[in-house]
């Protein structure tokens, strides 16, 4: 089970929690439990680095950071005790978590959990902090904002978990963010590959890192709300949605329980970057040229774009960094003007990427020209296009977002009827 921030937001809410965890385990379930840091809290632990120091080491960050969810763990174990149960608290170097040394964003190596599972078996439950690991050097890091969603994927997987209940302040994966979209219609089922998509372009509700691993892993997923009262149905009643393989979706649409569309959901991202390079000449090697320091810089480049050659053998290239980044590439890309050999560099931050995701177009054609047509009828302009397989994305200003989302939830029939 992982409860998320706002579900820890507070002694009341912890309390509410232990009640949903000694449900679970009075039904005979070994459980553990992943945390969240309280709402809020992580963000202002990130504030706290940058005021001590503008170009803080990451490896003290982490140190910071992870405090959050330290902090929680230990009053959920609390909390569990006062209702009665057996419980304590396992942080990631004492369960141990081993992640790669990328502090800020370190993967998870494996976890070793035997001494856990040993406790387990004693009817004792288990809560982890997410977010938090133990590098090679003995270190305390961190996986990355979100991460805890990642931190439970990995401990259900070490511990064989008969499944993974994500617990949050929402009560399943929408076709698309329902706060901002009323019509929003909750799935009972999207699938591994789907899901991964969404996450990846801005679907928030569950971070990228976790559907890869319980992709790999077959890690069983069900996403579902904590705030809930007495009488809500028990999760293995599966009342979220269930993150499914191709093959199990497939059979519940043949039972009629799902509803093959083209398009499963719509997600926005609001945290890029565009970036255009003027009169780059237009020769083998000079993209390579821009692209090669961005990613020894581990600067994620996501849409590009080379407009069509100028006269004189040049030519603009375009794309987007995520903004946290931006300063840094831009920096980089000053530092080699002379070997790139562009004119002038333009950045802006007032962008939002636009996503529409589905394996049901990959056999079906018109779900591009539905998106244009509809966001054009709409006078939003699209500043740049990418596809994969099930995804397309545009990339549009970014005041016209929540327009965008909304018209073309709309058009591919996603709408909850009222
Ligand atoms: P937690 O703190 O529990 O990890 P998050 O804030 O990370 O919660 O994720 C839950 C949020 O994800 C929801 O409040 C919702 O606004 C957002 N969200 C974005 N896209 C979707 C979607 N397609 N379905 C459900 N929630 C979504
Ligand atoms: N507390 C961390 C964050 O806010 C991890 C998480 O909540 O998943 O990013
Ligand atoms: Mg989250």
């Not at 608290?89 to 990328?102: F, I, R």
């Not at 093959?260 to 959901?265: D, F």
């Not at 960094?321 to 980089?332: H, I, S």
């Not at 003007?337 to 950045?347: D, P």
């Amino acid at each position: 089970m992982k409860f998320g921030g706002t579900s820890m937001a507070g002694t009341e809410r912890i309390r509410r929690v232990a009640g949903i965890v000694r449900a679970q385990a009075a039904k005979d379930s070994e459980v553990a439990v992943v945390v969240s840091a309280m709402a809020g809290e992580t963000d202002r632990l990130v504030n706290f680095c940058r005021e001590a120091n503008a170009l803080y080491d990451p490896a003290e960050y982490d140190v910071v950071v992870a405090s959050g969810e330290q902090v929680t763990s230990g009053l959920l174990a609390l909390t569990l005790q006062s209702l009665g149960c057996k419980a304590r608290s396992w942080l990631g170097w004492q369960v141990p978590v081993a992640t790669e040394s990328a502090h800020g964003k370190a993967r998870i190596a494996a976890i070793t959990a035997d001494a856990m599972i040993a406790r387990l078996e004693a009817g004792e439950i288990a809560v982890v902090p997410g977010f938090q690991g133990l590098s090679e050097e003995g270190r305390v890091t961190t996986l990355g904002r979100g991460g805890s969603d990642t931190s439970a994927v990995a401990v259900a997987a070490a511990i064989d978990a008969t499944r993974c209940d994500i617990y949050t302040d929402v009560d399943g994966v929408y076709t698309t963010d329902p706060r901002i979209v009323a019509k929003a219609r909750k799935l009972k089922a999207v699938t591994y590959e789907e899901m991964l998509e969404l996450a990846s372009v801005g679907a928030k509700v569950l971070q990228t890192r976790s559907v890869g691993l319980a992709m790999k892993a077959g890690v069983r997923l069900q996403v579902l709300s904590s705030f809930v009262g007495e009488d809500a149905v028990a999760a293995d009643d599966l009342p979220g949605t269930l993150i499914v393989s191709d093959q199990e979706m497939d059979e519940l649409v043949k039972g009629g329980e799902m509803e093959r569309q083209h398009v499963t959901g719509i997600a926005h991202d609001k945290n890029e970057a565009k970036i255009i390079l003027t009169r780059v000449p237009d020769k083998p090697g000079a993209v390579a040229d821009i692209f090669a320091p961005l990613a020894d810089a581990s600067i994620n480049v996501d849409m590009i774009i080379q407009n069509v050659g100028r006269d004189k053998g040049e030519t603009d290239v375009t794309f987007t960094v995520p903004q946290a980044d931006l300063a840094r590439a831009q920096a980089l890309l000053e530092d080699r003007r002379g070997e790139i050999g562009f004119n002038r560099i333009i950045t802006d931050s007032q962008i939002a990427k636009i996503s529409v995701v589905g394996v049901g177009m990959k056999s079906h054609a018109g779900v591009a020209s539905t998106m244009f047509r509809s966001l054009s009828d709409r006078g939003i302009n699209i500043q740049a296009i990418s596809t994969s397989e099930i995804k397309i994305s545009v990339m549009i200003d970014e005041d016209e977002t929540e327009l965008a989302v909304r018209v073309l939830h709309t058009a591919y029939g996603l709408d909850a009827e009222d």
